[in-house]
């Protein structure tokens, strides 16, 4: 039996996210009677952490509004910077190299390059974690409480949507790359057993995880880090 159809109008900034064939924007999609508003626009293929709101007409509407018989929808973004109870994230298992940039600039990212889907969702509900990825089907789960769709192939382009979509607060040098651990400053003598000969002899200052016991020094390394850095801090004053 048919329940009519409805005109489902998705703004350019999440276009993207529709079937080739539906990236004009406007989709015009076949009612069931029962199907909520939120269910649509997911089988569309937009998560519903990439929505901000919906609206029917002029009147802003929930997910849980059944569409009728033509109704127009609005489909809008989620609004940047965009709020979160705690700057806290959980990458998936294909962000490692984001999970990387992310601790480099202090900001708390926890990442296991091990992790199943049911796992990462339960873990970022148990520790009020933001979880990313770019897994669609992993942020329609019910449970999840928070997530967002990164994107950007390039794990640089990735910082920078993650960065603008949340504004974290950043401190730069401040985490462990591989734990996430906060760095605390040591003497030399705590970390020389770690270090090869010409790193003691050619620098003073240094840093150790306390969780995984990773020592860290400003090296020939830290240029290209520092690029990340500063390419991210100059976006940030502008």
């Not at 508003?37 to 293929?45: A, C, P, R, T």
């Not at 520790?127 to 409480?145: F, H, P, Q």
């Amino acid at each position: 039996m048919s329940h009519g159809t409805a005109v489902v109008r998705v703004t350019q900034e999440l276009r993207f996210l529709l079937a080739p064939r539906n990236r004009h924007g406007e989709v015009r999609v076949a009612l069931d009677g029962t199907s909520s508003l939120g269910h649509v626009v997911e089988s569309l293929g937009i998560p519903r952490t990439e929505v901000g709101s919906l609206a029917v007409g002029r009147h802003e509407v929930g997910v849980a509004y059944r569409p009728r018989d033509g109704d127009v929808v609005d489909v809008r973004p989620v609004r940047r910077p965009q709020p979160v109870t705690a700057h806290r994230y959980l990458l998936d298992v294909h962000l490692g190299a984001l999970a990387r940039r992310m601790r480099l600039v202090g900001v708390d990212t926890a990442y296991r390059n091990d992790a199943d889907d049911p796992e990462l969702v339960e873990r970022a509900a148990a520790e009020g974690r933001v979880l990313l990825t770019r897994d669609r089907g992993l942020l329609r789960r019910r449970v999840l409480i928070a997530g967002a769709y990164v994107r950007g192939d390039r794990a640089d382009d990735q910082l920078a949507d993650v960065l603008d979509r949340f504004r974290p607060d950043l401190a730069p040098w401040t985490r462990c790359l591989e734990c996430n651990g906060v760095l605390q400053a040591v003497p030399v003598d705590r970390v020389a057993h770690q270090l090869e000969p010409g790193t003691l002899r050619t620098y003073t200052d240094f840093s150790r995880c306390p969780g995984c016991g990773r020592a860290y020094w400003r090296g020939a390394h830290a240029r290209r880090l520092a690029a990340v850095v500063d390419r991210v801090t100059a976006g940030r004053a502008r």
